[in-house]
């Protein structure tokens, strides 16, 4: 039995009930972004309902400026940058992307760990391997690849908000690194490729949290660094190289990379969960069930490729169940079950196999191919699936969407739904790529775009007007409900990812991923963010707090 979904005709009625007493939040308000462990309990009293419907939010202009613009009623500061020491040993990584937050105690809101993907190495500033001005004969050395391996993965620090202010607490024993090289186990009962231990992560784009306060992070494009393994018409393997070319000193299969991992904050324990297929994963959402099973939605971030989703058949496994595929023109949930399928079981040895190469098992079944699906959000007052499909330009769908996923009867684990698009991106709704989503503590939909900074503000592109990537709100309620604003405006080159709610709504967690990403000379970076003495950009997370924020987390007051 799934807890009650409320559509958004029940909800606001059930709001209005505020002017008899206080109102209680339903269930599915209690969590914040990808967390399903929250139990606290919101009220909104009459008063906080006026605000809310009456709250201004002033739009941003699209700016170029090499800056990180906010609209009025917000402040940022820089809470850690690549470089920073976290303790003794070790330092944040690079190209920072999904983060949460985890409170050490459910009753203290302004202490805990925050976890943060590291995705990806622009070379010349990690390694200071210069491609443009090498020759042919010349590569990277193990040194520069060891180094690139480091900056990778993702890094735990403790971090407490003090007189309003977030801070790291640098040396805390919490703080710690998981790289490239951090041995992982393997959830499941075969080896993959005649290992049982894989070698690091990488490529980890965004992510989710458990309900038993475990972080999970999604590996994305891991063929960048280890290549991949391709089938031709005969079904004989042949590899393709990495651009990055770790595997010119590393003898790690690709198969031992593009899972979803699961991190214990507090040790930093890790494991890969086959169960949940192998693919450009770019985050991994989790809905826990009444009887404790969980359901996981998960996407593969790249042009004409899938949606899927992971039930699990017993109580907190990823593991035990099985993995689906979205048929989204037929609204039907698609089986990756090779001993149920005379379709898998001609293509492929068995059930391993089928997970390794999800790709080719859901091509084989009919899966819809969608338009580069990345993040993933449940709506808490609809219950809607959210998923962001950033574009494909191969189809011409510069500008992108947002698909709603209604599971049937509201029901996570039902096989049949209603898929329809819930916004589109362009000129007409002012946002365009979009990525991350978020949904606050009043249910207002937070966007982060996507736009590549090779087409950014390029003359005769469909995305100059959009100019630099931005932080976008759909507000829930008042007279702005449903429209796209820009509250915020990214540095050069940059893009805003990682959007993560404090538990109390007033601080905003946001990556700021690769300024600068298309410099080609250190003395002339095409971004100085954020400013340092040194005036080399520098990836870094934000707090972003105010007025503003505080308000439209209204919901989350408690009494």
Same mark, same amino acid.
């Given at each position: ?393 191969? &189809?011409?769908?510069?500008?992108? /969407?947002?698909? %709603?996923?209604? =599971?049937?009867? *509201? ?6 739904? #209603? ?63 449903? &429209?796209?604003?820009?509250?915020? /405006?990214?540095? %050069?080159?940059? =893009?805003?990812? *990682? ?6 709504? #007033? ?53």
């Amino acid at each position: 039995m799934e807890q009650k979904v409320y559509d958004r005709k029940e909800f606001l009625s059930f709001l209005g009930k505020a002017s008899i007493g206080l109102v209680i939040l339903p269930p599915l308000l209690q969590g914040c972004s990808n967390d399903s462990s929250s139990n606290s309990t919101g009220t909104l009293d009459e008063e906080a309902l006026e605000r809310l419907k009456q709250l201004p939010i002033k739009n941003l202009e699209a700016s170029n400026v090499d800056d990180l613009l906010l609209t009025e009623g917000l402040t940022y500061s820089v809470l850690i940058r690549w470089g920073d020491q976290i303790n003794d040993e070790d330092t944040f990584g690079f190209n920072n992307d999904f983060t949460c937050f985890i409170p050490l105690d459910d009753n203290d809101p302004k202490d805990g760990l925050l976890w943060v993907n590291h995705e990806y190495v622009h070379s010349l500033f990690v390694s200071g391997f210069d491609r443009n001005k090498l020759d042919a004969h010349q590569h990277k050395t193990k040194d520069q690849v060891d180094t690139e391996m480091y900056n990778v993965g993702g890094s735990i620090v403790r971090i407490k908000e003090e007189e309003g202010v977030w801070k790291v607490m640098q040396n805390d024993p919490l703080n710690r690194r998981i790289t490239g090289k951090t041995p992982m186990k393997v959830n499941w009962d075969n080896p993959i490729m005649e290992a049982t231990t894989f070698i690091g992560t990488n490529s980890n784009c965004s992510g989710g949290i458990t309900p038993w306060k475990t972080i999970l992070t999604c590996e994305e494009n891991y063929d960048s660094v280890w290549g991949e393994t391709l089938y031709d018409i005969d079904n004989t393997a042949s590899h393709e190289p990495s651009s990055a070319g770790w595997e010119k000193f590393y003898n790690y299969p690709p198969e031992h990379y593009g899972w979803v991992v699961e991190i214990d904050p507090m040790t930093g324990e890790a494991q890969k969960h086959i169960a949940l297929g192998r693919f450009a994963h770019e985050c991994c959402t989790l809905r826990e069930l009444d009887d404790k099973r969980v359901v996981a939605y998960t996407g593969d971030d790249k042009n004409s490729e899938h949606l899927y989703k992971f039930v699990s058949s017993k109580p907190g496994s990823l593991k035990e169940g099985t993995l689906y595929v979205a048929d989204t023109e037929n609204g039907k949930w698609l089986a990756l079950d090779w001993k149920h399928s005379s379709v898998l079981q001609k293509n492929f040895k068995d059930q391993t196999e089928v997970l390794i190469r999800a790709r080719e098992a859901a091509k084989l079944l009919g899966a819809t191919e969608l338009n580069r699906p990345e993040d993933i959000e449940i709506d808490p007052i609809t219950g809607g699936v959210f998923v962001s499909l950033t574009n494909n330009k191969e &189809k011409g769908d510069f500008h992108g /969407s947002i698909l %709603k996923i209604e =599971e049937s009867n *509201g029901m996570y684990d039902a096989l049949t739904f #209603k898929a329809s698009t819930y916004k589109a991106g362009g000129e007409e709704n002012g946002f365009s790529c979009p990525d991350n989503l978020a949904f606050d503590r009043s249910g207002n939909l937070w966007i982060t775009s996507d736009m590549s900074g090779s087409a950014m503000n390029q003359e005769g592109l469909p995305y100059m007007n959009f100019k630099n990537n931005s932080l976008f709100v759909i507000p829930r309620h008042g007279s702005d409900a449903g &429209k796209v604003i820009r509250v915020a /405006s990214a540095p %050069k080159d940059a =893009e805003f990812t *990682g959007p993560w709610f404090s538990p109390d709504g #007033k601080s905003l967690f946001l990556s700021v991923q690769h300024p600068g990403e298309q410099t080609t000379d250190l003395d002339n970076p095409s971004s100085h963010w954020p400013f340092d003495e040194d005036r080399i950009p520098k990836p870094a997370v934000v707090t972003i707090q105010g007025d503003l924020i505080e308000k439209m987390n209204a919901l989350n007051e408690l009494t």
